[in-house]
T-cell receptor, first 114, second 110 residues
Framework: NAGVTQTPKFRILKIGQSMTLQCTQD?????MYWYRQDPGMGLKLIYY???????DKGEVPNGYNVSRSTTEDFPLRLELAAPSQTSVYFC?????????????FGSGTRLTVV | LAKTTQPISMDSYEGQEVNITCSHN???????ITWYQQFPSQGPRFIIQ???TKVTNEVASLFIPADRKSSTLSLPRVSLSDTAVYYC???????????FGTGTRLQVTL
């Protein structure tokens, strides 16, 4: 059982470049989330989705876009990379949208923008 | 979600019991208390959740006093592999905005 899979694991981007961080889960979870974690800090929610075709902004959505065409996949798009987007990005999923249920996280994508 | 306060860091020797306390003075009636563990270069992992009194699983125990304004995560006989950051979260309902603070960085040494 793979759980939540993120690709790539590492990436270096130049300022102004774009890229898509991939996230897929095989647990048939309706709810999926993207977080970023800056060094020594907690996680901040970027975007989340409550099901295919439905997405909403989190705490720090600026500079990012998402789509959810299937239950399994929730890609995160960076259109014009900036140094402030250097961070570790985590994708997560859950069976329900409630804190009463555990969230399953991927292993992260470490992104550096130079 | 209710605001939580945890120690920034803790040190322990292998084999000792470690207790990490989280303060959540404004916890709401319907709020649950959840703890996550994060190893370096990995995403957080759900370890335990409780509402009141005591909850125990194969990884840890969670103690919650009657007033629920704090909670204590207890790790029995820690090993080097328990070195991680531990996050305390408090909330309920459809809280899509799960908020992680800076957590408690536990360092276990020989």
């Amino acid at each position: 059982n793979a759980g939540v899979t993120q690709t790539p694991k590492f990436r270096i981007l130049k300022i102004g470049q774009s890229m898509t961080l991939q996230c897929t889960q095989d647990m048939n979870h309706n709810y999926m989330y993207w977080y970023r974690q800056d060094p020594g800090m907690g996680l901040k929610l970027i975007y989340y989705s409550v099901g295919a075709g439905i997405t909403d902004k989190g705490e720090v959505p600026n500079g990012y876009n998402v789509s959810r065409s299937t239950t399994e996949d929730f890609p995160l798009r960076l259109e014009l990379a900036a140094p402030s987007q250097t961070s570790v990005y985590f994708c997560a999923s859950s069976y329900e949208q409630s804190v009463n249920y555990g969230y399953t996280f991927g292993s992260g994508t470490r992104l550096t923008v130079v | 979600l209710a605001k939580t306060t945890q120690p920034i860091s803790m040190d322990s020797y292998e084999g000792q019991e470690v207790n990490i306390t989280c303060s959540h003075n404004n916890i709401a009636t319907n709020d649950y208390i959840t703890w996550y563990q994060q190893f370096p270069s990995q995403g957080p992992r759900f370890i335990i959740q409780g509402y009141k009194t005591k909850v125990t699983n194969e990884v840890a125990s969670l103690f919650i006093p009657a007033d629920r304004k704090s909670s204590t995560l207890s790790l029995p006989r820690v090993s080097l592999s328990d070195t991680a950051v531990y996050y305390c979260l408090v909330g309920s309902g459809t809280a899509s905005k799960l908020t992680f603070g800076t957590g408690t960085r536990l360092q276990v040494t020989l």
